[in-house]
């Protein structure tokens, strides 16, 4: 059933956990994920990527997400992630995203509270709208070592969130989540990622509405239950999960092509690899 986002994140932070976030290029993913949080029986939430959403293709993927969602036998959410072009975020409405994350971490603070107020004032008070303090060095799509100078990897990087901030941005922007830089990044960390704690603890005493943890993938399961008692809602996995797609064809393709070209099956198997992450996951949030 679809759920408003949200609805989804504080029911799930009032029982001490937090709702996984999958981003999904395909279909055969929103299935598996889907498919593994109704075997869990908890929600979930299916991510769009703003450059799949600024294609016709992308748009028709997020309208079959949302017939998913709503076929769903567990609360279901479909939001559009990190969009700064209000073009996106009013066509990934129209097509069935219930949630966006107008991200405008990259711009200066005014410009950044700004691009939240026109995402509101574009789209209603009926979707459900994440904002985004302080900025994550990496790239949402491409994976790259965190310690790679962000020029290189061709991001620009705000650094952590200011905790001083927090209250006004909130309330100026009237966000419903908020995502956080609290050493997470997109992509592989180099090294042991180390998360600031103390700021996440800084951050959750300023507000109350539910933060958000980005870059999610390589950040230990030990790290990640900690989250909802900072009231952490929402955590955001990708790069992990492709990692573990790409590898299963990877192994499985030869013997596929092999066996009559057999797309079929191998799409089997991408299922399974994204499920098993899926289900890992939603399994550690739920500790
Ligand atoms: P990772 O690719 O690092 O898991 O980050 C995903 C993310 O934050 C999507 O918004």
Known sequence: ?????????????????????FTCYDFT????VVGAAEESGRGVILLVAPK??????????????????????????????????????SDAVAAGADAVLADGSSLPYEDNI?????????????VVLEAELGGLAGDEDRAFSAGQPAD???????GLTDSAQVEDFVARTGAQLLAVAVGNVHGRYKGEPQLRWDVLQDIAVRTHIPLVLHGASGIPAEELVKAASMNVGKVNFNTELRTGVLTTLQEQLPAHRADGENLQALLGHWNASAADFAAGTL???SR
């Open 52 to 89: 799949t959403a600024a294609t016709p293709n992308g748009l028709r993927l997020i309208s079959a997400l949302r017939g998913l969602a709503d076929a769903a036998s567990v609360p279901v959410s479909v939001q559009l992630d990190h969009a700064s072009d209000t073009r996106v975020m």
């Open 283 to 285: 399994a550690t949030l």
């Open 1 to 21: 059933m679809r759920t408003r986002l949200d609805c989804l994140v504080t029911s799930a932070l009032r029982q001490g956990s937090a709702v996984p976030a």
């Open 114 to 126: 700004a691009l939240v107020c026109a995402a509101r004032e574009l789209l209603g008070p009926d």
């Open 152 to 158: 290189e990897a061709g991001v620009s990087v705000a």
């Open 29 to 32: 993913t929103a299935l598996a």
